[in-house]
T-cell receptor
Framework: GQNIDQPTEMTATEGAIVQINCTYQTSGFNGLFWYQQHAGEAPTFLSY??LDGLEEKGRFSSFLSRSKGYSYLLLKELQMKDSASYLC?????????WGAGTKLIIKP | KAGVTQTPRYLIKTRGQQVTLSCSPISGHRSVSWYQQTPGQGLQFLFE???????NKGNFPGRFSGRQFSNSRSEMNVSTLELGDSALYLC?????????????????FGAGTRLSVL
């Protein structure tokens, strides 16, 4: 079957760094995507990885290891507005297969 | 460029009724995907359309159907509504022209239609 796992919830402190992990098992792989979703809003695209390694975009970075079926999203200098759910998704056979999301709680 | 537009934003229906939701993709995007999102369930894939053809379908009953028009706008229909159909329905478009990875597979979401079935 196809499966994507990520922690249900994480808590971090404002100004700190947090790493959200994602492991996947899918029949195909055309890229791994990270989205942010604030409560009551639609998901918004953050980053994607196709090749192994680290992709950096400002305070956010995403890492991929295809051989291990593993990715992480790294958020630096956390701000209160980063409180949201973070969704990991794998593109396979014309569709994105989604994890259940990680709810990130930021404390002052 | 305008984003993905979904109408209506909110709907209240009763069991047994049917509903049609509409999605207008970003101009130039030809792929449209539909998702159901409920608390604790994450995003559940319904179907994906490209050039008026359904390319992929999730594990939903036949009461859920969709279509795409020549201008890439898409509709989804749910017949014989059940209480469990209450959810946020999201539409996403992407510029993908065919198979392959890279940025063409990024999906851009509309604000969603929140359906409540009473």
């Amino acid at each position: 079957g196809q499966n994507i796992d990520q922690p249900t919830e994480m808590t971090a402190t404002e100004g700190a760094i947090v790493q959200i992990n994602c492991t996947y098992q899918t029949s195909g792989f055309n890229g791994l995507f990270w989205y942010q979703q604030h409560a009551g809003e639609a998901p918004t695209f953050l980053s994607y990885n196709v090749l192994d390694g680290l992709e950096e975009k400002g305070r956010f970075s995403s890492f991929l290891s295809r051989s291990k079926g593993y990715s992480y999203l790294l958020l630096k200098e956390l701000q209160m507005k980063d409180s949201a759910s973070y969704l990991c998704a794998v593109h396979s056979n014309y569709q994105l297969i989604w994890g259940a999301g990680t709810k990130l709680i930021i404390k002052p | 460029k305008a984003g993905v537009t979904q109408t209506p934003r909110y709907l209240i229906k009763t069991r047994g009724q049917q509903v049609t939701l509409s999605c207008s993709p970003i101009s130039g995007h030809r792929s449209v995907s539909w998702y159901q999102q409920t608390p604790g369930q994450g995003l559940q894939f319904l179907f994906e359309y490209f050039s008026e053809t359904q390319r992929n379908k999730g594990n939903f009953p036949g009461r859920f159907s969709g279509r795409q028009f020549s201008n890439s706008r898409s509709e989804m229909n749910v017949s014989t509504l059940e209480l469990g159909d209450s959810a946020l329905y999201l539409c996403a478009s992407s510029p993908v022209e065919g198979t392959g990875a890279l940025a063409k597979n990024i999906q851009y979401f509309g604000a969603g239609t929140r359906l409540s079935v009473l």
